[in-house]
């Protein structure tokens, strides 16, 4: 057992006690020796007005008393953890990730904010799943995201709202409804993009599905996918950002949906109850700004 540094020593000896079942046993995962073991414990005893140690032989149980304690000490063990891991990486670089949508259109405003700052920084794209699972793992002190996820199980704040549309690379002069566009290729993102399941949730929401459209082409890039609208391949939807140059010089145009009024969150996300709270608004702060 890897001792803990912000733990009391006798918490640290009742821990091992209770982990090994043994005094004998205790001492030697310790380090020292076992009548070092009991005078500990029989101190650390009479200043807490309670036993520890239930003896028979030699053999010990804890109490219930103890057994309640060390439930407790582990829960002060894991949480002092993770506070010194936070405080290790307040000096490292601050990682962060980013879908790939966002990746296009809002985090390099972002990274040159930081930059400004003097804040170190890394950064990791990849599509929302894969994003939030990296954070679970660990492996990122943050996500900017815009796909649906389990708002229970991870800590994050809103930092805007962004359109969300149909282009193509032809102008139509007036509204088309869903059904007229299932002749036409439809340039989509792979499974797990924020994008997708976007898109997957209103055609749901309208009693369609991506099967209801005869040519469906999967691509992982939104580069790529702007390239071949620009081409006069398919359609396809998207955030309006992401192609806000290419409305404005008329390479591509925005389709009047009838059914599509969709302004769609963006989000920072952290780990459940991270020590990273206050840099988290700190960053959501920047994100607003530079929107």
């Given at each position: 057992?890897?001792?803990?540094?912000?733990?009391?020593?006798?918490?640290?000896?009742?821990?091992?006690?209770?982990?090994?079942?043994?005094?004998?046993?205790?001492?030697?995962?310790?380090f020292i020796t076992q009548p070092a073991v009991s005078q500990q414990l029989n101190a650390w005893e009479k200043e807490l007005g309670f036993r520890l140690l239930d003896h028979q032989g030699k053999k010990v149980t804890l109490t219930p008393a103890a057994k309640r304690l060390?439930?407790?000490?582990?829960?002060l063990a894991h949480e002092n953890q993770k506070m010194l891991d936070e405080l290790k990486r307040q000096t490292a670089p601050l990682r962060l990730g980013a879908t790939l949508s966002i990746g296009s259109f809002l985090l390099p405003q972002v990274l040159t904010e930081m930059i400004a700052q003097n804040r170190p920084v890394t950064t990791q794209i990849g599509n929302t799943q894969t994003l939030l699972n990296q954070i679970q793992r660990g492996e990122l002190d943050a996500a900017l995201v815009e796909g649906d996820f389990d708002h229970q199980r991870f800590d994050w704040e809103e930092i805007g709202l962004e359109p969300f549309a149909l282009f193509g690379s032809q102008a139509i002069d007036r509204p088309v409804a869903l059904p007229e566009l299932f002749d036409y290729p439809l340039l989509i993102r792979e499974s797990g993009s924020g994008t997708r399941q976007i898109l997957e949730k209103w055609l749901q929401a309208q009693g369609s599905a991506l099967t209801d459209f005869k040519q469906i082409i999967e691509i992982g890039s939104p580069a790529t996918i702007i390239t071949l609208l620009k081409d006069g391949v398919g359609i396809s939807f998207m955030y309006r950002a992401l192609v806000e140059d290419d409305l404005q010089s008329g390479k591509l145009f925005e389709w009047d949906l009838n059914e599509l009024s969709i302004r769609h969150a963006l989000y920072l996300v952290t780990?459940?109850?991270?020590?990273?709270?206050?840099q988290r608004h700190q960053l959501a702060k920047i994100c607003r700004q530079v929107r």
């Open positions: 057992m890897e001792k803990d540094p912000l733990l009391d020593y006798r918490g640290q000896t009742l821990l091992a006690v209770a982990k090994t079942g043994s005094l004998t046993a205790a001492a030697k995962q310790l060390v439930d407790y000490l582990n829960f780990a459940k109850n991270s020590f990273f709270k206050d």
